[in-house]
């Protein structure tokens, strides 16, 4: 590819503000970036949220017995829905986020568990993929309803990419300017 990169579409990213904003759909590229599993993900993924539910569910007649404060505890039906998430979430895969180094850019990916040496997955790497989806500065995705995950319905999704999360520290939303990857390396 490097021999060639005209004809693969083929970018090493190095100038990475430029060049990640000309990055077409189907472009391949190289960069270095700072990866991470988002806390969000690395719990749906672990398996360790269904029974986290199950503890809170069998805690919260006690809650209300002891006068703590109930307005913070999910209720019935967002319990339910979080584990109807945690079900459907494939653990054969991981969601991972590069950061690159002074830049506002950020990639996002699939990443399948068996190619994975280092579960924990946190520190310097070097991604190669190719382009699957952008987003501009302003705009935020959810993490778990990227395309390609098939945990969402799309018409759900697609109701998901207009909203803005309510706690911008929630880190299963990514703000652009962001490229998804199908990551090959």
């Known amino acids: ?3 060639d990169p005209e004809r693969y579409d083929w970018c090493e990213i190095l100038e ?3 060049e990640l904003e000309d990055s077409a759909i189907g472009s391949l590229m190289q960069l270095e970036c700072e990866l991470y599993v988002p806390d969000s993900v690395r719990m749906l993924a672990s398996g360790e949220l269904s029974p986290a539910l199950e503890l809170l569910e069998s805690m919260r007649p006690m809650v209300s017995m002891l006068g703590l404060d109930t307005t913070k505890v999910p209720d019935e039906m967002q319990v339910l829905g979080m ?3 945690a079900k459907q979430f494939p653990t054969d895969h991981l969601v991972v986020v ?3 180094e002074s830049s506002s850019w950020h990639i ?6 068996e190619y994975v040496l280092d579960s924990d997955l946190d520190g310097p790497a070097i991604i190669v ?3 699957a989806r952008k987003w501009k500065k302003g705009e935020w995705k959810h993490l778990l309803a990227l395309p390609g ?9 697609r109701q998901m990419e207009r909203q803005r999360p309510t706690n911008e520290n929630d880190d299963s939303f990514l703000e652009g300017p ?3 990857i199908d990551i090959l390396a």
């Open 149 to 157: 995950l098939n945990l969402i319905p799309r018409a759900q999704r």
């Open 83 to 85: 584990k109807n998430v």
């Open 129 to 131: 993929g190719k382009v």
């Open 98 to 100: 590069g950061e690159i």
């Open 108 to 113: 996002t990916g699939k990443i399948r568990r």
């Open 1 to 3: 590819m490097e021999q």
């Open 178 to 180: 962001a490229v998804m």
């Open 16 to 18: 990475t503000e430029r």
